[in-house]
């Protein structure tokens, strides 16, 4: 078996802040991936940063964790950063289709994850930057997680990100409180998975990272 190296890229959430076991939606996905699928993951995460900020700054970050010899991947978090900072949703999707682009070219398949809702960023405001970062990825035939309209009406989410301050969720050590959920494959459709039709680079890495989740998973029954 090839070795796989996935790399994380994206703001607070995905290095888990506010999470009691250190983990979050990351951490959760990757322990349940099977041991022998011998991927080395790793979490590049930057606090309170836009897109472009990211786009500028992930390809040296990426490629010094990467292999020469076996498969390399890369999921986008995306926050609210761009939100609070009124980046035009024109900027933010040349952002991401910049990373993109630059990822399909160094033969780099992604997945790419919505922003969620949070209470100090405008819900329509963020509604609008998912469904432009949807966009980007169709047109690219990228697999897209909307983690904004799952988790908008979410009691738990709502209840642990404004126990947090509103910018993050905040659960104890030992709970199961949403910051294991933000994304989680529980708290997600499944029709939110969306490789674009006939894409099969694209959707049989979505299958095969899907299947390495445990039921009940939206991800899962997506593929």
Same mark, same amino acid.
């Given at each position: ?19 009691? !076991?250190? @983990?979050?939606?990351? +951490? ?7 041991? &022998? ?25 990426? #490629? ?13 978090? @995306? ?15 040349? #952002?991401?289709?910049?990373?993109? &682009?630059?990822?399909?070219? &160094? ?14 960023? &405008? ?6 930057? $998912? ?20 988790? !908008? ?10 126990? #947090? +301050? ?6 104890? #050590?030992?709970?199961? +409180?949403?910051?294991? $959920? ?16 006939? $894409?099969?680079? $694209? ?5 095969? !990272? ?14």
């Amino acid at each position: 078996m090839r070795e796989t190296r996935l790399s994380f890229i994206g703001d607070e959430l995905v290095a888990g802040h506010g999470d009691g !076991r250190a @983990l979050g939606w990351t +951490g959760r996905v990757m322990a349940r991936t099977p041991r &022998d699928a011998d991927i080395l993951w790793t979490s590049l995460a930057v606090p309170g940063e836009t897109t472009a900020q990211m786009s500028d700054r992930w390809g040296p970050e990426v #490629a010094r964790r990467s292999t020469h010899t076996g498969i390399n991947r890369l999921v986008v978090g @995306l926050g609210v950063a761009d939100v609070l900072a009124g980046v035009s949703y024109a900027r933010s999707r040349l #952002a991401l289709a910049n990373i993109l &682009d630059t990822a399909a070219s &160094d033969h780099r398949e992604c997945f790419v994850v919505g922003p969620p809702p949070l209470p100090e960023a &405008d819900p329509d405001a963020t509604a609008q930057l $998912s469904q432009a970062a949807e966009e980007v990825c169709l047109r690219r035939n990228v697999p897209y997680v909307d983690a904004f309209e799952p988790l !908008r009406n979410h009691e738990q989410w709502t209840a642990d990100v404004a126990a #947090a +301050g509103g910018m993050h969720p905040c659960t104890a #050590a030992g709970t199961s +409180g949403s910051a294991s $959920s933000a994304p989680s494959p529980e708290a997600l459709t499944p029709h939110r998975v969306r490789p674009a039709p006939g $894409s099969p680079r $694209s959707s049989a890495w979505t299958r095969r !990272r899907c299947r390495r989740l445990s039921p009940p998973c939206g991800w899962r029954r997506a593929c």
